[in-house]
């Protein structure tokens, strides 16, 4: 048990005894440029009403843009806001123009329920009870005559009723219709931000069944690419690509330094053990073992 002790601590020493290597670390820092974007846009639809534009434009902290829409009641709704880092969110709200009197509902005529004309119910007419006479001089009470309906009244009633249902005057329900104009909006935007290289813009424009506009982009390759694009009902989409510039190449990658191999454990020698103990000889046990008579002598 000794001898696995020092076998151990031995190992434990020599462990030690091993230099730390540090693994080195690679931090890339990128360089945080303020943020800086622009963009603005607008819709102008006379057939649903739907009239908005908005511009915004950015420099770092501080923002300033505008939006403006025309509201249900025809009043013109113009925003303007700024912020920044000192002053926070500040907007003036401005109104122009006047309200625009709704129409009236339209009054829905129902027509008057017609006047339904019953039949007068058939007299009925009783059989006037036959008189008994009776030779004895006792008289009794006539009996009493059961009713008799007639069926020809009933089916009169219902006959009426038929008569007076489909004398009522059918009313048609009345359809809206909704004068389609042609379709017509306006739009455009733009987003310019350095930092993360995100460049590009749009516009288009409709009037009925003609559309045009164009849209542009810079590639991650450095690439300016343009599309100016036209569609209508009779020639359907044209679209006509270009690009501008030369592809800029990305830079190498950076080598990354790897630390030297962490130096061998060297093992001590092993622990020399002492030699056995000898065996402990025992002597050979006695064989016999021999006993004298006493000698006994009696005098006399």
């Known amino acids: 048990m000794a001898a696995k002790f020092i076998a151990v601590l031995s190992l434990a020493v020599a462990a030690s005894a091993i230099p730390l290597v540090p693994v080195a670390k690679y931090a890339y820092a990128e360089a945080e440029a303020p943020a800086h974007y622009e963009f603005q846009y607008s819709v102008h639809d006379e057939h649903t009403g739907d009239i908005k534009q908005q511009q915004e434009a950015r420099a770092g902290d501080d923002v300033h843009g505008s939006y403006s829409l025309v509201q249900p009641d025809g009043v013109h709704r113009i925003v303007e806001y700024t912020s920044d880092k000192e002053h926070g969110f500040n907007a003036i709200v401005r109104y122009e123009g006047h309200p625009i009197p709704q129409p009236a509902p339209a009054k829905i005529a129902y027509a ?48 009426a009723l038929a008569v007076a249902a489909s004398a009522l005057p ?3 329900v009345g359809k809206i219709a909704y ?12 987003v310019h931000d350095g930092q993360s290289g995100d460049v590009k813009q749009q516009q288009e424009n409709r009037a009925g069944d003609a559309v045009h506009g164009s849209y542009s982009l810079v590639q991650p390759d450095g690439v300016h690419r343009i599309v100016e694009y036209t569609a209508d009902k009779e020639h359907g989409f044209i679209a006509n690509v270009r690009y501008e510039g030369h592809p800029i190449q990305a830079p190498a990658p950076a080598k990354i330094a790897y630390a030297a191999p ?25 064989t016999h073992v021999s ?6 002598s009696y005098q006399h």
């Open 112 to 159: 008057a329920p017609a006047k339904i004309a019953y039949a007068t119910p058939a007299k009925i007419t009783y059989a006037a009870p036959a008189k008994i006479a009776y030779s004895a001089p006792i008289s009794y009470a006539a009996p009493v005559a059961k009713v008799a309906y007639a069926p020809v009244a009933k089916f009169v009633a219902v006959l």
């Open 170 to 172: 059918v009313v048609p």
């Open 179 to 190: 004068a389609e104009a042609p379709a017509q909006y306006d739009f455009q935007y733009s």
């Open 262 to 286: 962490v130096a061998k454990v060297a093992y001590a020698a092993p622990v020399a053990y002492a030699a056995p103990v000898a065996k402990v000889a025992y002597s050979a046990p006695l």
């Open 291 to 296: 006993y004298s008579s006493p000698s006994i």
